[in-house]
């Protein structure tokens, strides 16, 4: 168990403190990018007086976005199981805008105390060398693994490879959605629906677009 795990270990009761540091961080995350908060900014706006408390519970600003995953992605797992459950009923299973929905739309459904959605803004504030932490905890998520593998499963085989770069670029296509979403939050709700299913089916018509034939066999 590495020291981080061990401070982040602390926090299992999920006090209010613990709490309310992972839901400022994602907030300020989402806001100025991981590497533009610090964690004085971060304890400040959680409220609490105490200088040490991020290193206290977490030990690192890794740890802490890992943690803000793992505060997540527990929920959003589960309402992606009850969505694939549906679409199997539905034998709409293999259909890769409702396996899109299914992946994203627990994202339109997050919002924070704002009603803002804080998490999509904190994934995408995620470059600059923080990417990578999104792998650590993905594989601890077997519905969300599965949603994936059978996109993959879908697409020519000429892209399939490149699955993982697609979903990062679409990612963002769905995040813009969610933004837009967030500026206008005075409308009425069904136009965040509809503008939120244009997002996921141009996802799906971008993920399988063929190759660029120029680049599919690049001069050595």
């Not at 919002?111 to 470059?127: E, I, K, N, Q």
């Not at 959605?177 to 997002?199: G, M, P, Y």
């Amino acid at each position: 168990m590495t020291g981080s795990d061990s401070n982040t270990r602390r926090a299992h009761g999920r006090d209010a403190t613990y709490i309310a540091l992972i839901e400022a961080a994602e907030m300020l995350f989402g806001q100025s990018g991981v590497d533009g908060v610090t964690t004085r900014e971060i304890q400040e706006a959680a409220g609490s007086a105490n200088k040490n408390v991020i290193s206290y519970y977490f030990g690192s600003k890794e740890a802490l976005v890992n943690a803000i995953y793992r505060h997540r992605m527990p929920a959003m797992e589960a309402r992606r199981a009850e969505l694939l459950e549906a679409l199997d009923r539905s034998g709409t299973g293999k259909d890769l805008a409702a396996l899109l929905d299914a992946h994203y739309r627990p994202l339109l459904e997050q919002t924070d105390v704002h009603g803002r959605h804080s998490y999509s803004r904190f994934l995408s504030a995620l470059h600059s060398g923080w990417g990578h932490t999104r792998l650590n905890v993905r594989q601890d998520y077997q519905v969300t693994e599965t949603l994936v593998r059978r996109m993959k499963e879908l697409l020519p085989a000429s892209v399939a490879g490149r699955l993982e770069h697609r979903l990062r670029i679409v990612y963002m296509m769905i995040a813009a959605a969610l933004r837009i979403i967030d500026e206008h939050q005075a409308e009425h709700a069904l136009s965040a629906h509809h503008l939120f299913s244009e997002a996921v089916h141009m996802a799906a018509a971008a993920l399988r677009a063929p190759l660029d034939p120029t680049t599919e066999n690049p001069p050595r």
